[in-house]
C-alpha cells in the first residue's frame, strides 16, 4: 500500500499507453515512469532524501505528475501548494514545513523566491522553463528543472516507503484560522483511491474500459491528488488543463469523448450559465462527480436538463484522503445527499458526548478507516481536538436515513445561534437559489448584542435581475419561520472563494460585518 508502486504496477498491468494529454502533447505512462525516477535521482543528488518536505508549486502540467512521484521515490514528502496563493501564504507553508525544496515554473518564479527570502534556510528552487535568474535572487539557489532530469539516471531509486510513512503533508485552506498541515501516509492515500476504484469497477462491470477524464480539478488539491491516483490503478487516460474554462473543458469531452470526470460545483455552476457549451458535441458525457463543496439540487437538476448527465455527489475532506461517501450509478440519487460511505470507511452521528444518535437525527459526523490521517503536522493540540477513540471528529453536521445515505447539514462552525434557536445556512442556502434571481448565495451569521447572532444572506444575482433586498425577505418570509429569515441582505459581484471554488465564508463574515447594521 504505497503510492510508488502505482506507477509500474500500471506500466506491468495495462503496458504502455498513451496516459496522459496535455496541450498538443502526449505522455505515455512509461514516459512517466523515466521521468519520475530522472526526478527521484536529481532529488537525492541534491541531497533530498527520507522525511525531507518538497513543495510542488504550479498550475496543473505534466511536471506536477512527475513531481509527486519523483519526491515519494526519493524518500520525501509531498507539500501540494496552490499556485494561486500569495506569496505571504506561500511563505508561511514553507516556514512551517521547513520545506528543503520547491518544484515551481518560471511564471510563478518571483512569488516563490520572495516566499523562499524569509526562511532561515533557503530551498532549492527547481524552476520548469527556467529563463532566467535575476542577481535579486541570489541568496536563492535556482536550477533548471528538465536540466537536472536531463542529467540524471532513469534507474529506479533504492528507496521504498513503508505504508505508514508520510507521503503527503497537504495544508488546509485556513478559512478557520492558520492553515494546518494535515499528514497523510502512502496506507492513508492508497486505501482510499483503492476504495474509490473498487466502486468505480462494481458500477461499471468488467467490460467497460476506463477510456479517458477529464483533468480540471486541482492537482494541489486533495480530491485532484487522489482522483489521479485512480488513473494509475485503473489505466485511465487523463486530458489535464492548467485551469478551468468552459470551452477547454468542452472541447477535450467532444475531442476524447469524454463519458465521466470529477469537478467541484463552482465548475459545474460554470458550464450550465455559459452559452458557448452550445458549440460543442457532449454527447458522450454521461455523469460528473461533485464533491469539496455542497452541490445545491438546483444546480443538480439544471445540469441534468442541460447536458443529460448526471451528477453523483460525494463528500470527503483532507484528513480522510479524501473521500468519506458517494452516490452510486445505478442506485436512487437521493437529493441533498452525499451518498453512502465507502468501502472500508465508518461513520457515525454523534452528540456532545460522542455518543451515536438516533437515525434523522442532526449532530457532528465522526468519520474512521485506514484513510483517516494520524494528525497535524507539529500540531499536536490540533490533532487531540480532532482524532478522539480512533475517530476523525469532522466539524461537519449530519444525520443519516433508513437506508444509511448521509447528509451533511452545515459546517459546525458555520451553524448560526441566533436568540437560541439553531439555524443551519445550507437550509436557508437551498431555498433561496430557488429564487428565480439568485444565481448564488452564501448565509452566514454575525454578532448581535441583542440576538448573539443575527442571520445575512450574500447574495450574487443572475445577469439583467434586478430583485432586491424587499424582494428576497418576502419571498423567505413566505416560506420560512420569522427565526429563520435573514435580517439582511447584501449583494456582491461574486462571493470570495479559495483555489477549489469553496466559499471563504470566514473572509465573507469579515467583509459583511463592516458593511451592515442589525441593532
Same mark, same amino acid.
Given at each position: ?23 498538443d ?65 506561500i ?64 534507474d ?9 510513512d ?11 484560522g ?50 489521479a ?14 485551469k ?95 451518498g ?5 470507511? +465508518?461513520?457515525?452521528? /454523534? ?5 451515536? !444518535?438516533? *437515525? =434523522? @437525527?442532526?449532530?457532528? #459526523?465522526?468519520?474512521? &478507516? ?10 499536536e +493540540?490540533?490533532?487531540? /481536538? ?5 475517530? !476523525?471528529? *469532522? =466539524? @461537519?453536521?449530519?444525520? #443519516?436515513?433508513?437506508? &444509511? ?20 445556512p ?84 469579515e ?9
Amino acid at each position: 500500500m504505497i503510492l510508488t508502486d502505482l506507477l509500474e504496477n500500471n506500466v506491468e498491468q495495462f503496458g504502455e499507453y498513451p496516459f496522459l494529454f496535455y496541450r498538443d502533447k502526449a505522455l505515455s505512462n512509461r514516459d512517466l515512469l523515466d521521468a519520475a525516477n530522472r526526478l527521484a535521482a536529481a532529488l537525492k543528488q541534491r541531497g533530498i532524501g527520507a522525511g525531507d518536505r518538497v513543495m510542488v508549486c504550479m498550475p496543473n502540467c505534466p511536471e506536477v505528475f512527475i513531481a509527486y512521484q519523483a519526491i515519494m521515490r526519493a524518500g520525501a514528502i509531498v507539500l501540494p501548494v496552490m499556485f494561486v496563493l500569495h506569496p505571504r501564504e506561500i511563505g508561511f507553508i514553507a516556514r512551517a514545513s521547513e520545506a528543503s525544496a520547491v518544484i515551481t515554473s518560471q511564471l510563478l518564479l518571483g512569488n516563490v523566491v520572495e516566499a523562499a527570502q524569509e526562511m532561515d534556510q533557503p530551498p532549492l528552487l527547481l524552476v520548469s522553463g527556467l529563463e532566467d535568474h535575476p542577481a535579486a535572487f541570489d541568496k536563492v539557489p535556482v536550477e533548471d528543472l528538465q536540466s537536472a532530469m536531463v542529467a540524471a539516471t532513469p534507474d529506479k531509486p533504492g528507496i521504498t516507503p513503508k505504508p505508514d510513512d508520510l507521503a503527503v503533508i497537504l495544508y488546509t485552506s485556513g478559512t478557520t484560522g492558520q492553515p494546518k498541515g494535515v499528514m497523510l501516509t502512502h496506507r492513508n492515500l492508497y486505501s482510499n483511491a483503492a476504495a474509490a476504484v473498487t466502486l468505480a469497477e462494481e458500477e461499471e462491470g468488467e467490460d467497460e474500459e476506463p477510456g479517458t477524464t477529464l483533468g480540471v480539478l486541482p492537482l494541489a488539491h486533495i480530491y485532484g491528488f487522489t482522483m489521479a491516483n485512480t488513473l494509475f490503478m485503473r489505466g485511465s487516460s487523463v486530458v489535464v488543463l492548467p485551469k478551468f474554462e468552459v470551452r477547454a473543458v468542452c472541447l477535450a469531452i467532444q475531442e476524447h469523448r469524454i463519458k465521466r470526470f470529477s469537478a467541484v460545483p463552482a465548475m459545474l455552476y460554470a458550464l450550465i450559465t455559459d452559452p458557448a457549451t452550445a458549440d460543442y458535441d457532449l454527447s458522450s458525457l454521461e455523469s460528473v462527480g461533485s464533491g469539496s463543496a455542497p452541490c445545491p439540487v438546483t444546480l443538480i437538476e439544471a445540469f441534468r436538463k442541460r447536458f443529460n448527465a448526471d451528477i453523483y455527489e460525494g463528500y470527503g475532506l483532507s484528513e480522510a484522503a479524501p473521500a468519506v461517501s458517494a452516490h452510486r450509478r445505478g442506485e436512487t440519487i437521493k437529493p441533498g445527499s452525499v451518498g453512502r460511505p465507502l468501502p472500508g470507511v +465508518e461513520i457515525r452521528i /454523534a452528540g456532545p458526548d460522542g455518543d451515536p !444518535l438516533a *437515525t =434523522g @437525527d442532526i449532530g457532528e #459526523l465522526l468519520v474512521r &478507516g485506514e484513510n483517516i490521517t494520524p494528525g497535524y503536522y507539529r500540531n499536536e +493540540e490540533a490533532t487531540l /481536538a480532532a482524532l478522539k477513540d480512533g475517530w !476523525l471528529h *469532522t =466539524g @461537519d453536521m449530519a444525520k #443519516l436515513d433508513e437506508e &444509511g445515505y448521509l447528509y451533511i447539514v452545515d459546517r459546525k462552525k458555520d451553524l448560526i445561534l441566533r436568540g437560541g434557536f439553531n439555524i443551519y445556512p445550507r437550509d436557508l442556502e437551498d431555498l433561496i437559489l430557488q429564487h428565480p434571481d439568485v444565481a448564488e448565495v452564501a448565509v452566514i451569521g454575525v454578532p448581535s448584542d441583542r440576538m448573539g447572532e443575527e442571520v445575512v444572506a450574500v447574495i450574487v444575482r443572475k445577469p439583467d435581475a434586478v430583485v432586491d433586498e424587499a424582494g428576497i425577505l418576502d419571498f423567505c418570509q413566505e416560506r420560512l419561520a420569522n427565526y429563520k429569515t435573514p435580517r439582511s441582505v447584501v449583494f456582491l459581484e461574486a462571493l470570495p472563494r479559495n483555489g477549489v471554488g469553496k466559499i471563504l465564508k470566514k473572509s465573507l463574515r469579515e467583509e459583511v460585518a463592516e458593511q451592515v447594521s442589525l441593532e
